[in-house]
């Protein structure tokens, strides 16, 4: 027999990763051509924060490798929406801003999704949604 708070963990990580690859993939049919979902989490942030921040700081952010960062940096920057400068105080590191032409496809995916994010909130409804975050977050927090 199963031990029941087994049988709970299963369920809620089922559940929390099966949406997870729903999500993922509506957010992909919905994109602007060429923009990942990584891609558009990385402006997304540092539109945010507004101001520059390290590949290794972004890598925490993101719980990814430096090297997945800086994959994903690389490609933003050869799009042209990121800078990436030497930190001047330090040349082992660099810094990372976004660029206008980043705000822009950022503003622009932005746009895309959020005819989606609003439908599923509609569905949902709002205090559902409300409901939902605060679990959610203590959750993350207690992963991370």
């Given at each position: 027999?199963?031990?029941?708070?087994?049988?709970?963990?299963?369920?809620?990580?089922?559940?929390?990763?099966?949406?997870?690859?729903?999500?993922?993939?509506?957010?992909?049919?919905?994109?602007?051509?060429?923009?990942?979902?990584?891609?558009?989490?990385?402006?997304?942030?540092?539109?945010?924060?507004?101001?520059?921040?390290?590949?290794?700081?972004?890598?925490q952010t993101f719980h990814?490798?430096?090297?997945?960062?800086?994959?994903?940096?690389?490609?933003?920057?050869?799009?042209?929406?990121?800078?990436?400068?030497?930190?001047?105080?330090?040349?082992?590191?660099?810094?990372?801003?976004?660029s206008n032409a980043g705000?822009?496809?950022?503003?622009?995916?932005l746009a895309a999704i959020?005819?989606?994010?609003?439908?599923?909130?509609?569905?949902?409804?709002?205090?559902?949604?409300?409901?939902?975050?605060?679990?959610?977050?203590?959750?993350?927090?207690?992963?991370?």
């Amino acid at each position: 027999m199963t031990d029941p708070k087994n049988a709970l963990a299963i369920a809620l990580f089922s559940e929390i990763l099966t949406a997870d690859q729903l999500v993922r993939n509506r957010l992909s049919k919905v994109m602007p051509k060429g923009m990942e979902i990584s891609h558009f989490s990385v402006l997304n942030h540092l539109a945010h924060v507004g101001h520059e921040r390290t590949p290794a700081q972004l890598a925490q952010t993101f719980h990814v490798t430096r090297g997945a960062m800086t994959n994903t940096l690389s490609k933003l920057e050869w799009a042209g929406y990121v800078n990436i400068r030497p930190d001047w105080d330090d040349a082992r590191r660099k810094l990372v801003v976004i660029s206008n032409a980043g705000r822009l496809a950022r503003d622009s995916a932005l746009a895309a999704i959020s005819p989606m994010v609003e439908e599923l909130i509609g569905e949902l409804g709002t205090d559902k949604v409300r409901a939902v975050l605060p679990i959610l977050r203590e959750l993350r927090g207690k992963l991370e």
